[in-house]
């Protein structure tokens, strides 16, 4: 069994279909995908739509992302709490807001936090951030005795995550494994590729792959800074050459 892993898409509908074209090479059966699919992107109600077409499907096992609930539970003190700590974010999702319809914010609302899930006997747990909180992360240079303490109450083989738009992974002591999915939509790498992954299962063994795609950045970054909200243009700077994660 081979299953697609994506997350953090933030509206990118280039680097989504991209992405999509690539996984039909690649032979997936599943889709698990963990979140972050809208907030500051160039698209962010057509990837919503994507997605929501999905959620009766037994194929697609799909989590919410810190900034799913952000627009979900949008609130004015939310909005001046996020300007003082990182202004263009905060318009982003004021803006985000203001254009879902119901159908879109219900989506969001009603994903799951986390999900257990179980193939071929290898058990595996989707989060978004961390086990502990959807917005903690988990990355390359994390230390390892901070990632056995995220892990202490959990049962899975596997842990699966994303936010830092920096794919990585690592095995504990334990024999647990934790792997990052890096972004499709708004990657944090050198070279800013989408980025997904696959999990390959066969007979309780598992391996993973990171792969990294081409797709229209330039496109994308003139669609995302069309959408005229005070820093857009700064947001779609960061799909041509990323420097900082929030600002």
């Known amino acids: 069994m081979r299953i697609a ?7 990118n509908m280039e680097a989504l279909e991209a992405v999509l074209e690539d996984i039909k090479t690649q032979n997936c059966e599943k889709y698990f995908v963990l979140g972050d699919y809208a907030m500051a992107g160039p698209e962010p109600y057509a990837v919503i739509d994507y997605f929501a077409k999905y959620q009766l499907d037994s194929n ?9 609930l952000m627009i979900a539970n949008y609130s004015d003190d939310d909005y001046e709490y996020l300007k ?41 747990l989707l989060v978004h951030g961390s086990p502990r909180r959807n917005n903690e992360d988990i990355l ?3 230390p390892m005795e901070e990632i056995d ?28 494994t934790v792997v990052n999915a890096g972004s499709v939509g ?4 050198p070279e ?43 947001l779609a700077a960061m799909l041509l050459n990323p420097k900082e994660r929030h600002f």
């Open 149 to 176: 303490k995220m892990l202490v109450n959990v049962d899975a083989d596997v842990v699966l995550c994303g936010h830092t738009h920096i794919p990585c992974g690592f095995q504990t002591k334990n024999k647990k």
């Open 192 to 234: 800013p590729k989408a980025c997904y992954l696959i999990m390959t299962i066969e007979h309780g063994r598992y391996a993973f792959e990171h792969r990294f795609v081409e797709y229209n950045k330039e496109r994308a970054a003139e669609k995302l800074r069309k959408r005229g909200f005070d820093g857009a243009d700064r």
């Open 140 to 142: 390359p240079d994390t």
């Open 84 to 124: 003082k700590k990182a202004p263009v974010m905060a318009e982003a999702m004021k803006h985000d807001f203001f254009g879902i319809n119901h159908l879109q914010r219900t989506f969001l609302k009603n994903l799951p936090i986390q999900l257990e899930v179980e193939e071929d006997g290898v058990k595996i």
């Open 5 to 11: 892993v994506l997350s953090d898409i933030h509206g």
């Open 186 to 189: 708004r990657p944090f790498t």
């Open 60 to 68: 697609y096992k799909m989590i919410q992302g810190n900034t799913d």
